[in-house]
């Protein structure tokens, strides 16, 4: 995609406008300072926004919008950046509201259960503002130490409890956003089932196109009373994967279900010594959770089907809060993978596919075929519960010659999901990245239809441009994958 | 062309009826109906199961009916995923029927399971006591088709349990009420089937002490897939519904009905520690399996109120003499603060408690109706201090311009008829029946 001239654009008098509505402390232009925004966590493409801003009040973003649209600039929201499918790209240029200062938790109420927040609370500040009460809030992508809740609705991200408690806008009440024009509209609220369109379930996933989010309200979940994990040990990946599938199809649903293979295992271990078994072929992180009462029968169910796949149960951690050591370093262990992969390959390429859990074996066969075919090393971690992968491709992004295979290699998974059912993206959306797959996925009509709704949001396409939904001239291939991280 | 006026023609709800019924049996028969109904001026208004054509506003102009039912068919289930993709015309029971030969079911209380389709359990977002626990309608679609007004098939979502590719049309059709298009085929995410289940119901003489329990509840160490609450009236008849020997349900007080559902050991565990939480002087327990006391109270409370208001008042089913039912939604924790401001007198209510959802019903004849003009309004006035709103779900068909079924105007309703514009801007689908102009 041919992007837009460096930051030189804009007007000086916007500049100073937008300086009056944030104030100088709050306002990026220097082309050394906007070198950060130029990318999120997809790092094949990048451009500079022309002009970042950080609000702090809900106003501010109000009046941000407006000047956009007086001196006709494009803009684009932006959380923590951890983005995987440049969703915070700004694609032309334009200005970057980065609402990583509108960060307030606003309220807890247990009894209602629910907490309001701004956009730029991190995930895990949540977590632990609710630890110990007996709420939490249920979504926890990997980069939750980092990645904002603004963001997590945008992307209707996930995480590894998503098996059992369901994803971002399964737990998303209700929202307050800034809409392109520069109004302000609320959808959903404090209770459930308002009258009219379910516009919350819409606006949740829509990566930025719709406006910005300015405030949250979440839903609160009560906290399991108690929890084993239990990790699995296996010889080959077509061992752990049947097992995933004997698990579902016995009726029990984990909270979580992780898979890491061979390349994976030696990362970690490497990085953190958990005590991962270096020569295993595979393992599973099988948690489930609920009455404590009621576990050990779960308990034995999963001992019996790992052995019948040949696997051992190698650490049962039982569990009654999830504070405790051994349950701490397992999942830290898991949700910092993708920082250990760096001690395998300078650079690294995730892809997110899904496909149906029974086809889980076959996708990974797949890609195992396809890593040989290309000559390329592939690690896997990921939500084996929902069937969602993250193969990993590791290359060298100075051969060109190797950026090209993975590339390949990339595609040929992705196109093998759809033909399994599945879809591209699980949580990581579809951004800049994936624009190219949306046709695969879906039909003209589906699209159209997918556009008319945009419009309704973002008539002029001022907000969030070429994201999403591939534009009229069709969209080009992306050329070269690149470093990511994971959720 | 006019409102056909014969008491043979086919019934749209709320007295209308239609120009003509079109059943098609395919997708692709559906479509070509639309656009050929659509062409001749007509509106179109989709019928599944019609359990409730009386739901909305009254049908605006002329049209057609469009029956769904034949497009029944289980076009997917890979039992091993836990999903299933069906047609929309699928009755509620042939589903759990096609699902419980796996083991599975699709955790969701519907009224008239044998007759009401999916595609109208979903159009109007109805669901019962299992939404505490188990999630609304929306929580277990992943995957939705539908034909927009020009008789274009359109789709969202997919087959998988997770995808985030696209806008979420699943969500945005879910609760439509048949206004943005025919919802022709669903992908559901459907669960194993618990091994127990068991009912703890607890009696109040005064609300006060039910509402101490609640709030006791909203922490216990059990975790309830129900948590509701009945009003004495409501209570009373619906132990007569059930109809099976003495239980709490019979001395007119209020009923606290806890539901779980899980494996033998954690129910049998849940059952006694919430029976030792509560304060109530009465509690009695039911642990049960299938076709039980658990499954009859459940569907009594699901199928709540329209059978039983004509026991009571003795009522015929002429228009005028409809119910008055609505539902109030409140923050979750302030279910019995809105109670309070019931007339127990004047309306049954049946609570889905933990997730702040009242169910009331009325004999309209009880009172003139600038009375329950007036009742309405204060009513209507609490659950918005509470954080909510509330619609008429049945109202005699000359007070629904007047009572606004839908409530007054809210701030989302302009970008609501904008959507609907966008994706049938003739307004061909379902006139008339949804909130603001659509």
Redesign the interface.
């Given at each position: 995609m041919p992007l837009a001239s460096p930051a030189t654009s804009l007007s000086s008098q916007l500049l100073a406008d937008l300086s009056k509505v944030v104030g100088e402390e709050n306002l990026l232009h220097h082309r050394d300072e906007l070198v950060v925004y130029e990318c999120d966590g997809y790092v094949i493409e990048k451009n500079v926004p022309d002009v970042v801003v950080f609000p702090t009040e809900r106003d501010q973003v109000v009046e941000i919008v407006k000047l956009c649209n007086k001196y006709d600039v494009p803009f684009v929201p932006r959380g923590a950046g951890t983005s995987l499918a440049g969703g915070t790209l700004a694609v032309g240029g334009g200005v970057m509201i980065c609402m990583t200062r509108m960060k307030r938790i606003l309220e807890i109420n247990l009894r209602d259960r629910y907490a309001v927040v701004e956009p730029g609370v991190v995930n895990v500040w949540l977590t632990r503002a609710l630890a110990g009460t007996g709420f939490h809030y249920a979504p926890d992508p990997s980069s939750q130490g980092a990645c904002t809740i603004g963001g997590n609705l945008a992307t209707n991200s996930g995480g590894p409890h998503t098996l059992k408690y369901g994803v971002t806008v399964n737990h998303v009440m209700g929202v307050e956003m800034v809409l392109p024009d520069g109004s302000v509209l609320e959808v959903g609220g404090l209770a459930e089932d308002g009258p009219g369109y379910d516009l919350t379930g819409l606006v949740v996933g829509n990566e930025g196109t719709f406006g910005i989010a300015t405030k949250i309200i979440v839903n609160l979940t009560r906290d399991p009373e108690a929890g084993r994990t239990f990790l699995g040990v296996f010889e080959t990946v077509d061992a752990a994967t049947e097992t995933v599938s004997g698990l579902i199809a016995a009726g029990i649903v984990p909270a979580a279900l992780e898979m890491l293979d061979n390349l994976m295992i030696q990362a970690i271990e490497q990085a953190f010594g958990f005590g991962f078994p270096t020569d295993a072929g595979a393992v599973l992180i099988i948690e489930i959770d609920g009455l404590e009462a009621g576990l050990d029968r779960e308990a034995h169910a999963i001992h019996e089907i790992v052995r019948q796949n040949g696997g051992t149960v190698k650490k049962s951690i039982p569990w009654r809060t999830r504070k405790e050591p051994e349950y701490v370093a397992i999942w830290k262990s898991r949700k910092s993978a993708f920082g250990a992969i760096g001690r395998l390959s300078p650079t690294f390429c995730t892809q997110d596919g899904v496909v149906p859990r029974t086809k889980l074996p076959h996708i990974l066969r797949t890609i195992t075929r396809i890593g040989e075919h290309y000559g390329l090393r592939i690690a896997n971690v990921f939500h084996a519960g929902d069937g969602n992968i993250h193969p990993i491709l590791l290359f060298d992004e100075r051969d060109p010659e190797q950026v090209e295979r993975v590339l390949l290699a990339s595609h040929e998974i992705l196109d093998e999901c759809i033909a399994c059912g599945g879809s591209v993206t699980g949580e990581h959306g579809i951004g800049v990245e994936k624009m190219s797959f949306m046709p695969k996925l879906f039909t003209p009509d589906d699209l159209a239809a997918m556009v008319a709704i945009r419009t309704v949001f973002n008539p002029e396409g001022r907000c969030s441009p070429e994201k999403m939904l591939p534009g009229g001239g069709g969209c080009l291939e992306r050329k070269s994958p690149g470093h990511k991280a994971s959720a | 062309m006019d409102w056909p006026e014969s008491s043979d023609a086919p019934p749209l709800g709320d007295g209308r009826r239609a120009v003509a019924v079109d059943r098609p049996d395919s997708v692709e028969v559906l479509r070509e109906i639309v656009r050929r109904r659509a062409a001749e001026g007509l509106a179109i208004y989709p019928q599944g199961g019609k359990t409730a054509l009386d739901y909305g506003g009254i049908p605006r102009r002329p049209g057609v009916a469009l029956d769904t039912t034949a497009l029944n068919s289980v076009i997917d289930y890979?039992?091993?995923?836990?999903?299933i993709t069906v047609g929309s015309g699928i009755t509620l029971a042939k589903l759990q029927e096609v699902l419980a030969t796996e083991?599975?079911f699709l955790p969701l209380d519907a009224p008239h399971p044998d007759s009401a389709t999916l595609g109208g359990i979903y159009a109007t977002?109805t669901c019962g006591p299992r939404r505490f626990g188990w999630?609304?309608p929306?929580?277990m679609i992943i995957g939705v088709s539908f034909v927009?007004a020009d008789g274009?098939?359109?789709?969202?979502g997919?087959?998988?349990?997770?995808?985030?590719?696209?806008?979420?049309?699943?969500?945005?059709l879910?609760?439509?009420m048949g206004a943005?298009g025919i919802i022709t085929q669903m992908t559901l995410k459907v669960?194993?089937?618990p091994e127990a289940s068991a009912l703890v119901i607890a009696g109040y003489s005064r609300l006060g002490d039910l509402a101490a329990d609640l709030?006791r509840m909203?922490?216990s160490?059990?975790?309830p897939m129900m948590m509701d609450v009945l009003s004495p009236e409501a209570g009373y008849l619906l132990e007569a519904e059930a109809n099976r020997g003495s239980h709490g349900l019979r001395e007119r007080m209020w009923t606290l009905v806890l539901g779980y559902e899980?494996?033998a050991?954690?129910?049998?565990?849940?059952v006694q520690r919430a029976s030792a939480e509560l304060s109530a002087g009465k509690i009695e327990t039911h642990t049960t399996g299938e076709d039980s006391l658990t499954r009859a109270i459940l569907l009594a409370i699901s199928s709540f109120p329209a059978d039983r208001i004509e026991s009571i008042d003795g009522s015929s089913d002429h228009p005028s003499q409809s119910p008055l039912s609505f539902?109030a939604?409140?923050?979750?924790?302030?279910v019995s603060a809105f109670l309070e401001s019931l007339q127990l007198d004047r309306w049954l209510a049946v609570a889905h408690a933990g997730?702040?959802?009242i169910h009331a019903h009325a004999n309209p004849l009880d009172l003139p109706e600038e009375t329950w003009t007036g009742e309405i309004q204060r009513l209507r006035d609490a659950a918005d201090r509470?954080?909510?709103?509330l619609?008429l779900s049945r109202c005699p068909i000359e007070w629904k311009a007047r009572l606004k079924v839908?409530?007054d105007r809210?701030?989302?309703?302009a970008?609501?008829e904008?959507?609907k514009?966008?994706?049938d801007p003739a307004g061909v689908m379902n006139p008339g029946r949804?909130?603001?102009t659509i």
């Open positions: - | 890979p039992a091993a995923d836990m999903t083991g599975q977002n999630g609304r929306r929580d927009t274009k098939g359109v789709k969202g997919g087959r998988v349990v997770k995808n985030v590719a696209g806008y979420d049309f699943p969500k945005l879910t609760g439509s943005l669960r194993p089937k709030a909203n922490t160490d059990t975790r899980d494996n050991a954690s129910v049998a565990w849940q539902v939604s409140v923050r979750r924790g302030s997730s702040g959802i509470l954080g909510g709103s619609i839908w409530g809210r701030g989302d309703w970008i609501m904008k959507i514009g966008a994706l949804f909130v603001g």
